[in-house]
């Protein structure tokens, strides 16, 4: 058994079956082991962002950490990206990224790098392994660390020789006992439940565990026994959300909405959530959202367990029999007529199936998709956690690896599709049932609304930096051109058909919408 | 005038004109300044690897910096992997990055990261600024810092803040001094002249500045008059090659060719080039490829003065004129009948016009492409410097943008093109005259013949890690996708006759080549 064995084999003993791949050179033994340590599934890519954010998708619906196999420093820098979103949504993943032999480090051979500085900036843990028979205590330490509340990118530098050589032992580790979340302390829910019972205007601000179902119910029993006003980050990991659930409103996205939203707000109850700050700062605008003298009560913070908390309020405040505002179904009637972004919106709202699954990266194209599927069957939601763009599409193909049983919806925007636009040849090549509808306005248009509202007026060479027409992306063709079947849409009627033909027919799909 | 009004002035006066961009929010000040300061042409891509790749391309070609323009972190990440080919290159490029305003950087919003970390494993310099006034200074030693000899690319992290805000004075620094690379001392002209006069076996041994036109015709002298042999790196930024010329061979790639190649040699010579070394490491093969025994003289580092010491070694040997075996011109039989590699190879050998700029990365497909083109009319060679692939497609982008009125072929791999496929999208857009050849064997071959080199048998899981079929990927739809217009060519008769259009007229297309 050479290192590479015992890396799998220890992997697999940690309940790790999925490895998102592209390897090189310096893999080859990982590969080539994969065959003898049956139960790892290995998927490979055509881009390493596509495999990271596939592990960002899989790990936030699986509950638990995919692998990642990449080719030394640039096939990590080029997951870099996804691997800053999923550490902005904290999700476990053990990234294993190959690296020189030993021996060869200290020559300045063309792809010798940094692995670990790369690794850095996304990574909550990283290690090189020394030899071979490091490797499995190294892998168990990986596991670990990914699994550690609430969750982070764990990085295994993994140098050729310790994978080709042999080990001494061939016994696997057992796997890190499960970690536990921080329970909640009886002074701090003594705290908010004083705080909730002042009957002062209160916001209840959710993320992460708390948008749960099981964890909404509980939010919802406080704010239907305080009053308390229920709000999520604009942008969160997971929620799960629709008919039948408890509906919270994400704080508006740009600055001067969320100020106004949050105005006279005098307690601010943190479950799973950061406090709120602009995405983005802009010149004489605050970028702390909260208004002056309202207190920040952290109920449960990102590695804590919001569940417990939230149980603990509830028993605290006696809500645990109060009836609560639950979401109504609603079904939109099926648009008919022009293609908009609303018709668009609605159509997909009325026939969405009941645990549909939403990579949302429709930026600009997707405004008011919230709203208008708010009653629709239920699903989860996967927002675009860390802002960098190209993150949708492998997000979808990480949750349609994580639950093959559930129509993935992925809702992208043009731009946003050209950065991981490899992630179609993935889920073609897997069968993986995800529906990808691009909004094609042929331009990044929300750089053209934040310039507008700075008050700048873009010249030729700024319009040119924002269009993304000139020429037009043929999204048909460029699908046909990755093995995903696709059409182009003109009216929403066509678009109608086109999505329900989608929701009935397993397999990837893509419907571009151009408007 | 604000920040960044100062930085393009700064640019602009330092040399830079053109600039591959991927904006987000916080560069908008720096787009919307663009059209205030004419000067600096903005090129946009639909993803960073394309910018930093064709900054390289630019680089190597102009030999002076392009401006790259990302967007935060997360963009920068993107751009890493070209980046890294471009330390390896050695290309000058002033890299310009957004980031949060300096008053924002203490929240942890979405795209807070450590973009100086991010940085640091592919710059020569980093530097952020600290205000608006900062900015032209900052922007001047960018450019001193990039044109450092032999070149590197240099990171300016620009705070928003430090864009929007008003500069204090207009004044335009002047650029930096241009750089002066080390000249050689008198001691090592004089230390290599007596090894060559031994008629002990002797190699000189060129890369970077060595391999241009006319040091390469200082080489030939050497080599003329005292018997060494010339050889260069494996993989080189730039080789201007072919009819008229000195012919150089390349190290070969494999350790063991390449230390056969290297058997006897008592004496190294480097010209611009490192000590050879395996691109990757092997079980129980050496990675330092020169014989025991073999002296390694150093008459010019990467960072030195080539022409200066080749000159002067021509001089201590009194070689000024002695005659040197030129390059002479060969024009291959156009190919007919079966569609071969080797087909393409003598197709392209016997078309290619004069002063052709060549971006290689067919990797396996271009086995043998150097051989058929040794005597084609004279053309620059370019190669992937840093084993990074997803760089021919971007090097060849910026290639066209510094040499508008050459003809840039782009020789590609089917899996190292979908890395970088977004690049056909800005070389339409431009207009750029690229032709580009996708070698399609529907395999990652390189890793297939790496696995047989050691030994092993692939089983079903790696050979699905190495097959980049099931689906096919249609490179004809993926250009006409982004606007390029392309054919799948199935005899090598159909290959001559596209490619000689292609020759004929301007502008980007993309010739698949299946076998």
Chains 1, 2 share one sequence.
């Not at 029993?221 to 994400?250: D, K, S």
């Not at 999204?475 to 051109?481: I, K, P, S």
Request: aromatic residues 6%; charged residues 15%.
């Amino acid at each position: 058994m050479n290192g590479a064995d015992s890396l799998i084999r220890t992997l697999i003993a940690g309940g790790v079956d999925i490895c998102f791949t592209n390897p090189g050179t310096s893999e080859m033994h990982f590969v080539a082991a994969l065959d003898r340590q049956p139960g790892l599934r290995s998927i490979l890519t055509l881009f390493e962002g596509v495999a990271s954010g596939a592990a960002d998708g899989y790990g936030r619906m699986a509950g638990k950490p995919a692998a990642t196999l990449l080719h030394t420093g640039p096939g990590l820098a080029n997951a870099l990206a996804n691997f800053h979103n999923a550490r902005k949504a904290r999700t476990p993943i053990v990234n294993i990224v190959g690296d020189h032999a030993t021996s060869h480090q200290r020559y300045d051979a063309p792809l010798s790098s940094d692995v670990a500085g790369f690794a850095a900036p996304v990574s909550g843990w990283v290690r090189s392994s020394v030899d071979a028979n490091a490797v499995a205590g190294d892998a168990v330490a990986a596991l670990a660390a990914a699994a550690q509340p609430p969750g982070q990118v764990a990085t295994l530098i993994l140098p050729a020789d310790c994978a080709w050589n042999e080990t001494a032992g061939t016994a696997t580790p057992p796997p890190p006992p499960p970690p536990r979340r921080a329970q909640p302390k009886p002074n701090v829910i003594a705290e908010v439940a004083r705080a909730l019972r002042t009957g002062e205007s209160a916001v209840i601000f959710l993320s992460g565990q708390a948008l749960l179902e099981h964890e909404l119910a509980l939010a919802g029993r406080v704010a239907a026994a305080t009053g308390a006003r229920l709000l999520c980050q604009t942008f969160n990991p997971r929620h799960q959300r629709g008919a039948g659930r408890i509906a919270v409103e994400p704080l508006p996205y740009f600055a001067e909405s969320a100020i106004a939203n949050l105005a006279g707000t005098r307690h601010l109850i943190l479950a799973g959530a950061q406090p709120p700050v602009s995405f983005f700062a802009y010149p004489d605008t605050p970028s702390w959202l909260t208004p002056d003298g309202c207190a920040i009560h952290t109920l449960a913070a990102p590695e804590d367990d919001a569940q417990a908390a939230l149980t603990a309020l509830v028993d605290e405040l006696g809500a645990g029999s109060v009836p609560m505002d639950v979401q109504p179904a609603l079904a939109p009637e099926l648009p008919t007529g022009a293609l908009t972004p609303e018709a668009v919106h609605r159509s997909i709202a009325a026939q969405m199936p009941e645990h549909a699954i939403v990579s949302d990266e429709a930026i600009t194209g997707g405004f008011g998709m919230l709203h208008h599927t708010r009653g629709a069957p239920p699903h989860d939601w996967l927002q675009l956690t860390g802002g960098s763009i190209g993150q949708g599409l492998p997000l979808a193909t990480g949750a349609a690896t994580a639950c093959p049983d559930r129509k993935v919806i992925c809702l992208e925007g043009d731009g946003s599709a050209m950065y991981t636009i490899q992630s179609l040849w993935t889920q073609a090549r897997e069968g993986m049932d995800v529906t990808n509808i691009v909004f094609a306005n042929r331009r990044y248009a929300i750089l053209e609304v934040e310039l507008a509202r700075v008050g700048a007026q873009p010249g030729p060479q700024a319009q040119r930096n924002y269009s993304i027409g000139d020429p037009d992306l043929d999204f048909v063709a460029l699908a046909r051109g990755l093995g995903v079947p696709a059409a182009r849409v003109t009216t929403a009627d066509e678009f109608n058909a086109r999505f329900a033909a989608a929701m009935t027919e397993p397999g990837p799909s893509l419907i571009e919408v151009p408007f």
